[in-house]
């Protein structure tokens, strides 16, 4: 498992709701915790790790030891309140930061790992960061709510990233799009 980058299409791919959590799952989140804090991150969405599940986690401490290690599965938001505008970055642009307008706080019903339902309203970081990863799982990276002047500033550094995949996609180490799909279509067979 690792973290892929922008232009990859499982970054665009609306996730599946998850119906089977199992001991695959489980060891799956435990994966994705590790691969967060070793980028030093506070959220990772399934997609991120090429993965086609309704699914992230948070610690937005993003240190392992440190604070709580929230898993939400088949995430639903609703009652977004007030507006608010931040720098935001991401594990699949690493390094590229923008500004990003969301909603100040947001109610929020999910699944934890234990398959129990839970929900919360959150406010602050909590609230910014559950509606980056909910718009992963849309297949919305956190640059589709930039403006183009925003995006302008930026676009050099999105350029390398184009770059970088294309190489990839050349020498074979990232498959094309009908091997990409057919390994996500493999998984949602076994947990959707
Ligand atoms: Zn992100």
Same mark, same amino acid.
């Given at each position: 498992m690792e973290i892929i980058s922008l232009p990859h299409p499982t970054l665009r791919y609306k996730s599946k709701p998850v119906k089977r959590i199992n001991a695959e799952l489980r060891a799956i989140v435990q994966e994705m915790f590790e691969l967060m804090y070793e980028a030093n991150g506070i959220g990772l969405a399934a997609n991120q790790v090429d993965l086609p599940l309704r699914l992230f986690v948070v610690n937005t401490t993003a240190k392992k030891g440190d604070g709580e290690e929230l898993v939400f599965i088949n995430p639903v938001l609703t009652r977004g309140k007030g507006r608010e505008t931040a720098e935001e970055g991401c594990l699949s642009l690493a390094g590229i930061y923008g500004p990003v307008a969301r909603y100040k706080s947001i109610h929020v019903d999910a699944y934890g790992i234990d398959g129990k339902p839970f929900s919360a309203d959150l406010s602050g970081m909590m609230a910014r960061v559950?509606?980056?990863?909910?718009?992963?799982? %849309?297949?919305?990276? =956190?640059?589709?709510?930039?403006n183009q002047y925003e995006l302008a500033e930026i676009e050099a550094e999105l350029e390398e990233f184009e770059i970088e995949f294309r190489?990839?996609?050349?020498?074979?180490?990232?498959?094309? %799009?009908?091997?990409? =799909?057919?390994?996500?279509a493999d998984f949602e067979s076994q947990f959707c």
């Amino acid at each position: 498992m690792e973290i892929i980058s922008l232009p990859h299409p499982t970054l665009r791919y609306k996730s599946k709701p998850v119906k089977r959590i199992n001991a695959e799952l489980r060891a799956i989140v435990q994966e994705m915790f590790e691969l967060m804090y070793e980028a030093n991150g506070i959220g990772l969405a399934a997609n991120q790790v090429d993965l086609p599940l309704r699914l992230f986690v948070v610690n937005t401490t993003a240190k392992k030891g440190d604070g709580e290690e929230l898993v939400f599965i088949n995430p639903v938001l609703t009652r977004g309140k007030g507006r608010e505008t931040a720098e935001e970055g991401c594990l699949s642009l690493a390094g590229i930061y923008g500004p990003v307008a969301r909603y100040k706080s947001i109610h929020v019903d999910a699944y934890g790992i234990d398959g129990k339902p839970f929900s919360a309203d959150l406010s602050g970081m909590m609230a910014r960061v559950v509606q980056h990863e909910t718009d992963h799982l %849309d297949g919305v990276m =956190f640059t589709d709510r930039m403006n183009q002047y925003e995006l302008a500033e930026i676009e050099a550094e999105l350029e390398e990233f184009e770059i970088e995949f294309r190489s990839k996609r050349a020498d074979g180490s990232i498959p094309d %799009d009908v091997a990409v =799909f057919a390994r996500l279509a493999d998984f949602e067979s076994q947990f959707c």
